[in-house]
T-cell receptor, first 110, second 115 residues
Framework: KNEVEQSPQNLTAQEGEFITINCSYS?????LHWLQQHPGGGIVSLFM???GKKKHGRLIATINIQEKHSSLHITASHPRDSAVYIC????????????FGTGTSLTVIP | ETGVTQSPTHLIKTRGQQVTLRCSSQ?????VSWYQQALGQGPQFIFQ???????GRGNFPPRFSGLQFPNYSSELNVNALELDDSALYLC??????????????FGPGTRLTVL
């Protein structure tokens, strides 16, 4: 069974806090996406990674293949970071088809 | 802006009707994937098209069908609409190679309501 789980489901933080969102998956993957979805539906791809770590501005994504776990970190959080963050995994035996977690709803309070 | 567009933005249909949703991929992308996102849920994979042929399908019945055209546009067709088909439908385009898929670029979605 393909399974992508995220935690927490909901997260409220004060502006400036360091935020971590976790994603775990059940079997080997070829790639993992971190996505951001704002109210209204638009989805933006933040990172795609298959190993190690990637950084873009205040966002950092890491993946541990052995532990089947990935994290998305936001440093110095800002109210404009408020969105739903979704991880999606392409499992080896599903080819290039991505399976999505249910998302983490982040609210950053000024 | 991802360069991926979808139409229409919103659509209201009644149960039993048929609907066609459209997606224009980013230029140069050979792969388009369609997803259904119910309220409060993560997107669910419907199917993927690669070079105009279906390249994988999720757990959706045959009344969900698709097409991909040489000009990078694609369609999602749903026949015999059911109330549970009400959702946000997202398409994502990417470039698939023998090594694997590149980053997926999502369109803004079509919100379908079935009454």
């Amino acid at each position: 069974k393909n399974e992508v789980e995220q935690s927490p489901q909901n997260l409220t933080a004060q502006e400036g806090e360091f935020i971590t969102i976790n994603c775990s998956y059940s079997v080997g993957i070829s790639a993992l996406h971190w996505l951001q979805q704002h109210p209204g539906g638009g989805i933006v791809s933040l990172f795609m990674l298959s190993s190690g770590k990637k950084k873009h501005g205040r966002l950092i994504a890491t993946i541990n293949i052995q532990e089947k776990h990935s994290s998305l970190h936001i440093t110095a959080s800002h109210p404009r970071d408020s969105a739903v963050y979704i991880c999606a995994a392409a499992f080896f035996y599903t080819g290039n088809q991505f399976y999505f977690g249910t998302g983490t709803s982040l609210t950053v309070i000024p | 802006e991802t360069g991926v567009t979808q139409s229409p933005t919103h659509l209201i249909k009644t149960r039993g009707q048929q609907v066609t949703l459209r997606c224009s991929s980013q230029s140069g992308h050979n792969t388009v994937s369609w997803y259904q996102q119910a309220l409060g849920q993560g997107p669910q994979f419907i199917f993927q098209y690669y070079r105009e042929e279906e390249n994988g399908r999720g757990n959706f019945p045959p009344r969900f069908s698709g097409l991909q055209f040489p000009n990078y546009s694609s369609e999602l067709n749903v026949n015999a609409l059911e109330l549970d088909d009400s959702a946000l439908y997202l398409c994502a385009s990417s470039f698939l190679t023998v090594v694997g898929t590149d980053t997926q670029y999502f369109g803004p979605g079509t919100r379908l309501t079935v009454l």
